[in-house]
């Protein structure tokens, strides 16, 4: 045993010690065209500078396959131009050249802070007039006529228009911002102005005017409304509901021809004009009714416009009520002829009347001290309402603060005129009352002579039409008052 250990000893030890040598690999190269042989040019274009902008804002429109400038970095059109850096200012890239490998770029003038590859004139101190201003701008078609100052802020809002200070003050883009509601609403109407509508803008170097050729509501993020333009052109800015807005002109390209738009618009027009025209409310709609079914009469058109009113039993079955149509025109002149009598006779018919339910009320009132305070109160209150509405209409009064005012005043006059007929436990003579007063108001107030029937003025004077039949109707005006008129003409 001991001697088969000194035998594996050796052996091992001259495993340890015997010297290993290194593995030889050859491996032949691939034969030719074992693998495709490149097609690119291998050409790498880098950045002059790492500090570039390569976010959405100066992403560009590639240009057309096989164009000159299709293989130039950093060609093709702006994305979005509105986000350019420096657009804010009035920058755009102004023209990019597709007939040669050149690009061409605007440049900034770093002192005059705007683009110089677009017309441009500068605000300088002998553009002033001797009030501080720089121009008038007029626009007929609303009555807007205000001087124009520099800058956009409250100040010189609250006096006219203002000037955008980084824009043209006359060659170019011309951008003007203004208030359309509040104490200096000065461009209030300007969402009403038409295509076509004239614009003159006045200042020391002249006098330009503008045509209207579009009127848009835009997002308050949109400013490409105000960018510099080689083309002269005014865009006037204002602020809409409650967040800022821009009306802008041509600011976007035209997505169809000026001849299309116009046709198109006035297909709109006259739809519209038929629409209103079938859904307009006659002002005799639900007044007249059938003294002998009690019937509301109904309106008949024919193909030709001949109208008339008949009562709708009557047009079910002619046998159920001898009310007939009685023609719309014959209605119109006999409200003409009732109105002449009434204006001539007010006097005689109104007068006393009044005086009798005067005389009335005051009895039933005479034992209610309170109700003297309650009458004083609304003659003060109705005294002060025609001094705020005679200021207002004198243009001393600002809108807001008058609306106020004055439904203050209603809404004191309501409760006083209840609290009076809680008193006088008679609500009906009160009522009556006032109507009789407001009906002699407008009679006296109504125009001598009236050929043409008068919506508003039949709206404000009857309150029932009764027709007794086809040849004789009454008119029970507000009040309780009835007229009867014998008709002319009766539809058969």
């Known amino acids: 045993m001991k001697f088969r250990g000194l035998i594996a000893a050796a052996v091992l030890c001259t495993l340890c010690v015997g010297q290993a040598s290194a593995l030889e690999y050859t491996v032949d190269a691939p034969e030719d065209y074992l693998f495709g042989t490149p097609t690119s040019e291998g ?24 164009t000159a400038t299709s293989y130039l970095p950093g060609s093709g059109e702006p994305l979005t131009p509105n986000l350019l850096p420096g657009a804010m200012s009035g920058g ?4 990019v050249k597709t007939d040669s490998s050149e690009v061409s770029y605007p440049t900034v003038d770093s002192t005059a802070d705007h683009w110089t590859g677009a017309s441009f004139t500068a605000v300088t101190p002998n553009l002033y007039y001797n009030d501080d201003h720089l121009g008038t701008l007029s626009i007929p078609s609303i009555g807007l006529n205000v001087k124009v100052y520099q800058g956009t802020d409250s100040a010189a809002l609250r006096k006219g228009a203002g000037h955008f200070s980084e824009t043209s003050i006359w060659d170019g883009n011309v951008c003007l911002a203004g208030h359309n509601r509040g104490v200096a609403n000065h461009f209030g109407k300007i969402h009403t102005l038409k295509t076509g509508n004239i614009i003159t803008y006045t200042t020391k170097l002249g006098t330009r005017s503008y045509t209207v050729r579009s009127v848009s509501k835009v997002l308050y993020t949109d400013t490409s409304g105000t960018c510099a333009s080689d083309e002269n052109c005014l865009t006037i800015t204002v602020t809409a509901d409650k967040d800022s807005a821009y009306y802008t002109e041509n600011s976007h390209p035209a997505i169809i021809d000026r001849d299309t738009f116009e046709r198109v618009q006035a297909l709109l ?42 009562c709708r039993t009557h047009d079910r079955h002619a046998a159920d009520c001898p009310v007939g149509r009685i023609p719309e025109a014959e209605i119109h002149a006999a409200f003409l002829r009732m109105y002449h009598r009434l204006k001539s006779n007010a006097d005689i018919i109104l007068a006393p009347a009044l005086r009798q339910l005067n005389t009335l009320d005051t009895i039933l009132r005479q034992n209610h001290p309170q109700m003297l305070a309650i009458n004083r109160a609304i003659a003060e209150a109705t005294e002060e309402s025609h001094k705020i509405s005679t200021l207002r209409a004198n243009g001393l009064l600002d809108a807001d603060i008058c609306a106020a005012r004055m439904n203050a005043i209603s809404a004191k006059l309501t409760q006083l005129r209840g609290e009076r007929r809680r008193l006088s436990e008679n609500e009906a003579l009160d009522e009556t009352m006032d109507a009789i007063r407001k009906m002699t108001d407008v009679i006296k107030n109504g125009p001598e002579q009236m050929n043409i029937f008068d919506e508003d003025l039949f709206d404000s004077l009857v309150e029932k039409v009764i027709a007794e039949s086809q040849t004789r109707i009454r008119f029970r005006l507000y009040g309780g008052l009835e007229l009867a008129e014998q008709l002319e003409v009766a539809a058969r």
């Open 269 to 310: 027009q006259k739809k519209a004009q038929k629409e209103k025209k079938r859904r307009e409310k006659s002002p005799l709609a639900l007044k007249i009714v059938c003294g002998n079914c009690g019937t509301v009469f109904q309106r008949r058109s024919s193909q030709n416009g001949y109208v008339t009113w008949v």
């Open 92 to 95: 755009l890239i102004s023209s």
């Open 43 to 66: 050409t790498v274009y880098e950045q002059e500078s790492n500090n570039v902008d390569r976010g959405k804002n100066t992403a560009l429109i590639p240009p057309g396959f096989g």
